[in-house]
Protein backbone atom coordinates (compact mmCIF):
# COMPACT_ATOMS: atom_id res chain seq x y z
CA UNK A 1 0.00 0.00 0.00
CA UNK A 2 2.66 2.36 1.10
CA UNK A 3 4.31 1.39 -2.46
CA UNK A 4 1.87 2.11 -4.29
CA UNK A 5 0.99 5.40 -3.15
CA UNK A 6 4.98 6.76 -3.19
CA UNK A 7 4.35 6.04 -6.81
CA UNK A 8 1.45 7.89 -7.57
CA UNK A 9 2.52 10.73 -5.26
CA UNK A 10 5.62 10.71 -7.68
CA UNK A 11 3.42 10.65 -10.73
CA UNK A 12 1.11 13.73 -9.86
CA UNK A 13 4.79 15.28 -9.06
CA UNK A 14 6.07 14.60 -12.31
CA UNK A 15 2.71 16.11 -14.02
CA UNK A 16 2.95 18.95 -12.01
CA UNK A 17 6.53 19.67 -13.11
CA UNK A 18 5.65 18.70 -16.88
CA UNK A 19 3.43 21.72 -16.93
CA UNK A 20 5.08 24.25 -15.27
CA UNK A 21 5.46 27.77 -16.86
CA UNK A 22 6.74 31.27 -16.37
CA UNK A 23 5.00 34.55 -17.32
CA UNK A 24 6.84 37.05 -18.31
CA UNK A 25 9.37 38.65 -17.60
CA UNK A 26 11.28 35.97 -18.26
CA UNK A 27 15.53 36.33 -17.94
CA UNK A 28 18.10 33.81 -18.32
CA UNK A 29 21.66 34.37 -17.62
CA UNK A 30 22.22 30.57 -17.27
CA UNK A 31 24.59 31.11 -14.22
CA UNK A 32 22.08 28.81 -11.80
CA UNK A 33 23.40 25.91 -12.49
CA UNK A 34 27.31 24.24 -12.52
CA UNK A 35 28.34 24.28 -16.13
CA UNK A 36 28.30 21.88 -18.33
CA UNK A 37 24.51 21.26 -16.96
CA UNK A 38 21.65 23.31 -19.03
CA UNK A 39 19.00 25.05 -16.24
CA UNK A 40 16.46 23.39 -15.51
CA UNK A 41 13.43 23.47 -17.96
CA UNK A 42 15.89 23.97 -20.65
CA UNK A 43 15.91 21.13 -23.27
CA UNK A 44 18.90 20.15 -25.67
CA UNK A 45 18.22 18.56 -29.32
CA UNK A 46 21.51 17.27 -30.80
CA UNK A 47 19.82 16.68 -34.38
CA UNK A 48 23.27 14.92 -35.86
CA UNK A 49 24.09 13.08 -32.86
CA UNK A 50 27.57 13.80 -32.23
CA UNK A 51 29.15 14.26 -29.44
CA UNK A 52 28.67 18.60 -29.50
CA UNK A 53 25.77 20.13 -28.30
CA UNK A 54 24.23 23.39 -26.06
CA UNK A 55 25.71 23.27 -23.05
CA UNK A 56 26.54 26.15 -20.12
CA UNK A 57 30.80 27.56 -20.34
CA UNK A 58 31.80 29.34 -17.36
CA UNK A 59 34.64 31.24 -19.60
CA UNK A 60 32.81 33.16 -22.33
CA UNK A 61 29.85 34.67 -20.26
CA UNK A 62 28.31 38.39 -21.14
CA UNK A 63 27.49 38.55 -17.26
CA UNK A 64 29.83 36.04 -15.83
CA UNK A 65 30.46 33.04 -14.90
CA UNK A 66 28.24 31.46 -17.68
CA UNK A 67 26.70 30.91 -20.82
CA UNK A 68 25.03 28.78 -23.55
CA UNK A 69 27.20 27.27 -25.53
CA UNK A 70 27.82 25.63 -28.57
CA UNK A 71 30.82 24.45 -30.09
CA UNK A 72 30.28 24.19 -33.95
CA UNK A 73 34.20 22.40 -34.28
CA UNK A 74 32.86 19.77 -36.03
CA UNK A 75 33.02 17.68 -39.32
CA UNK A 76 29.04 17.20 -39.87
CA UNK A 77 28.35 21.29 -39.39
CA UNK A 78 25.77 22.23 -36.33
CA UNK A 79 22.29 21.12 -36.46
CA UNK A 80 21.51 21.90 -33.00
CA UNK A 81 18.63 23.50 -30.77
CA UNK A 82 18.58 24.92 -27.41
CA UNK A 83 14.69 25.41 -26.06
CA UNK A 84 13.79 27.20 -23.68
CA UNK A 85 11.21 26.71 -20.59
CA UNK A 86 7.77 26.94 -21.14
CA UNK A 87 6.54 30.58 -21.32
CA UNK A 88 2.53 31.72 -20.72
CA UNK A 89 1.92 34.81 -23.12
CA UNK A 90 -0.99 36.52 -23.97
CA UNK A 91 -2.86 37.14 -27.15
CA UNK A 92 -2.90 40.78 -28.07
CA UNK A 93 0.74 41.51 -26.03
CA UNK A 94 3.68 42.68 -28.01
CA UNK A 95 7.18 41.07 -26.02
CA UNK A 96 10.41 41.87 -27.07
CA UNK A 97 13.23 39.30 -27.00
CA UNK A 98 16.80 40.62 -26.42
CA UNK A 99 20.07 38.43 -26.16
CA UNK A 100 23.86 38.53 -25.77
CA UNK A 101 26.10 36.60 -28.58
CA UNK A 102 29.51 36.26 -29.86
CA UNK A 103 31.68 34.26 -31.34
CA UNK A 104 35.81 33.90 -31.78
CA UNK A 105 36.73 36.87 -34.59
CA UNK A 106 36.03 37.09 -37.98
CA UNK A 107 38.09 33.96 -39.06
CA UNK A 108 35.01 31.71 -38.87
CA UNK A 109 31.01 32.78 -39.48
CA UNK A 110 28.24 31.06 -36.80
CA UNK A 111 24.98 30.94 -38.11
CA UNK A 112 22.20 30.94 -35.13
CA UNK A 113 19.01 31.17 -35.88
CA UNK A 114 16.22 31.61 -33.07
CA UNK A 115 12.35 30.44 -33.01
CA UNK A 116 9.42 30.28 -31.44
CA UNK A 117 6.89 27.25 -31.48
CA UNK A 118 4.10 25.38 -29.09
CA UNK A 119 6.01 22.57 -27.69
CA UNK A 120 9.79 22.30 -27.02
CA UNK A 121 10.27 20.01 -30.48
CA UNK A 122 12.17 20.99 -33.58
CA UNK A 123 8.46 20.29 -35.46
CA UNK A 124 6.73 22.68 -33.25
CA UNK A 125 9.25 25.60 -33.60
CA UNK A 126 6.91 26.99 -36.71
CA UNK A 127 7.92 30.81 -36.47
CA UNK A 128 10.83 31.98 -37.43
CA UNK A 129 12.00 35.22 -34.93
CA UNK A 130 15.37 36.39 -36.30
CA UNK A 131 18.88 34.94 -37.75
CA UNK A 132 21.87 35.91 -36.74
CA UNK A 133 25.64 35.96 -38.49
CA UNK A 134 28.03 35.71 -36.10
CA UNK A 135 31.95 36.95 -36.42
CA UNK A 136 32.74 39.21 -33.65
CA UNK A 137 34.99 37.99 -30.92
CA UNK A 138 32.96 40.27 -28.00
CA UNK A 139 29.29 40.73 -27.38
CA UNK A 140 26.37 42.28 -29.38
CA UNK A 141 23.08 42.33 -28.49
CA UNK A 142 19.79 42.06 -30.75
CA UNK A 143 16.41 42.13 -29.94
CA UNK A 144 13.02 41.18 -31.80
CA UNK A 145 9.45 41.75 -31.34
CA UNK A 146 7.29 38.77 -30.47
CA UNK A 147 3.43 38.04 -31.05
CA UNK A 148 1.34 35.25 -30.40
CA UNK A 149 -2.14 34.51 -32.30
CA UNK A 150 -3.93 33.18 -29.31
CA UNK A 151 -3.50 32.78 -25.30
CA UNK A 152 -1.08 29.81 -24.62
CA UNK A 153 2.50 28.41 -23.44
CA UNK A 154 5.32 28.91 -26.14
CA UNK A 155 8.86 27.65 -26.31
CA UNK A 156 11.99 29.61 -27.81
CA UNK A 157 14.36 27.69 -29.64
CA UNK A 158 18.04 28.44 -30.33
CA UNK A 159 19.37 26.98 -33.88
CA UNK A 160 22.75 26.69 -34.29
CA UNK A 161 23.55 25.82 -37.76
CA UNK A 162 27.03 26.84 -38.59
CA UNK A 163 29.02 24.76 -41.45
CA UNK A 164 31.49 22.03 -41.09
CA UNK A 165 34.80 23.03 -38.84
CA UNK A 166 33.60 26.24 -37.59
CA UNK A 167 34.30 27.48 -33.58
CA UNK A 168 31.72 28.17 -31.19
CA UNK A 169 28.62 29.86 -30.32
CA UNK A 170 27.94 32.00 -26.71
CA UNK A 171 24.80 33.27 -26.20
CA UNK A 172 23.99 35.09 -23.11
CA UNK A 173 21.31 37.02 -20.64
CA UNK A 174 18.22 36.24 -22.57
CA UNK A 175 15.13 37.86 -21.63
CA UNK A 176 11.96 38.37 -22.78
CA UNK A 177 9.31 41.34 -21.45
CA UNK A 178 6.16 42.65 -22.47
CA UNK A 179 6.66 46.04 -24.30
CA UNK A 180 5.49 49.20 -22.26
CA UNK A 181 2.11 49.96 -23.80
CA UNK A 182 2.32 53.38 -25.27
CA UNK A 183 0.31 56.42 -23.69
CA UNK A 184 -2.86 57.60 -25.65
CA UNK A 185 -2.46 60.67 -27.93
CA UNK A 186 -4.35 63.86 -26.27
CA UNK A 187 -6.52 64.44 -29.27
CA UNK A 188 -7.97 68.22 -30.06
CA UNK A 189 -10.35 68.57 -32.97
CA UNK A 190 -11.07 71.88 -34.54
CA UNK A 191 -13.77 72.52 -37.47
CA UNK A 192 -11.85 74.34 -40.29
CA UNK A 193 -12.62 75.25 -43.35
CA UNK A 194 -11.41 72.49 -45.63
CA UNK A 195 -12.73 70.01 -43.08
CA UNK A 196 -11.43 68.61 -39.57
CA UNK A 197 -8.24 69.36 -38.30
CA UNK A 198 -7.21 66.49 -35.69
CA UNK A 199 -4.25 67.46 -33.37
CA UNK A 200 -2.17 65.67 -30.89
CA UNK A 201 1.41 66.10 -29.14
CA UNK A 202 4.35 63.75 -29.33
CA UNK A 203 3.95 60.69 -27.26
CA UNK A 204 7.01 59.27 -25.98
CA UNK A 205 8.57 55.71 -28.26
CA UNK A 206 6.17 56.43 -30.80
CA UNK A 207 7.01 56.58 -34.64
CA UNK A 208 3.71 56.81 -35.85
CA UNK A 209 -0.26 57.60 -35.53
CA UNK A 210 -2.64 55.75 -36.73
CA UNK A 211 -6.08 58.14 -37.43
CA UNK A 212 -9.35 56.14 -36.74
CA UNK A 213 -13.22 57.17 -37.80
CA UNK A 214 -16.47 55.83 -37.24
CA UNK A 215 -19.95 57.93 -38.02
CA UNK A 216 -20.75 56.29 -34.87
CA UNK A 217 -19.57 56.23 -31.32
CA UNK A 218 -17.86 52.47 -30.81
CA UNK A 219 -18.32 49.89 -28.33
CA UNK A 220 -15.21 49.48 -27.90
CA UNK A 221 -11.14 50.50 -28.93
CA UNK A 222 -11.54 47.06 -31.19
CA UNK A 223 -14.91 48.04 -32.60
CA UNK A 224 -13.13 51.26 -34.59
CA UNK A 225 -12.41 49.04 -37.43
CA UNK A 226 -9.06 49.71 -39.77
CA UNK A 227 -7.58 52.92 -39.78
CA UNK A 228 -8.09 55.64 -42.41
CA UNK A 229 -4.51 56.85 -42.47
CA UNK A 230 -0.92 56.89 -40.78
CA UNK A 231 1.54 59.69 -40.16
CA UNK A 232 4.70 60.38 -38.50
CA UNK A 233 3.49 64.08 -37.72
CA UNK A 234 0.87 65.55 -35.22
CA UNK A 235 -1.40 66.66 -36.98
CA UNK A 236 -4.08 65.34 -40.03
CA UNK A 237 -6.73 66.91 -41.94
CA UNK A 238 -9.75 65.16 -42.45
CA UNK A 239 -12.12 66.35 -45.22
CA UNK A 240 -15.50 64.40 -45.29
CA UNK A 241 -18.20 66.22 -45.48
CA UNK A 242 -20.24 64.10 -43.04
CA UNK A 243 -22.15 65.91 -40.26
CA UNK A 244 -21.03 63.86 -37.44
CA UNK A 245 -17.75 61.91 -37.29
CA UNK A 246 -16.02 60.49 -34.78
CA UNK A 247 -12.23 60.40 -34.23
CA UNK A 248 -9.77 58.05 -32.40
CA UNK A 249 -5.82 58.29 -32.97
CA UNK A 250 -3.58 55.66 -32.00
CA UNK A 251 -0.03 55.98 -31.33
CA UNK A 252 2.25 52.92 -32.62
CA UNK A 253 5.86 51.87 -32.86
Known amino acids: MKKGLAIMTAMLLLAVFAYAQITPPFTANFDGTEAPSLPSGWVNIN ?4 YRSWITEASHGHSAPNC ?3 NTNSPTGSDDWAISPSLHLSAGTSYTLEFYY ?3 CPHWTELLGVYLGSAATIAAMQTHLTDVSITSC ?13 T ?3 FLGFYAHSAAYMNFIAVDDVSLVAAT ?11 VSRGVQLDWGNVPGANSYKIYASNDIPTSPDAWGLPIASTNSFTYL ?6 YKFFMVRASN
Not at 138 to 150: D, E, F, L, N
Not at 181 to 191: F, G, H, Q, R, S
Open 47 to 50: VEGD
Open 68 to 70: LYM
Open 102 to 104: RSD
Open 138 to 150: TYAATSVTVTVPS
Open 152 to 154: GNY
Open 181 to 191: PLAEPVLTITK
Open 238 to 243: YTGAER
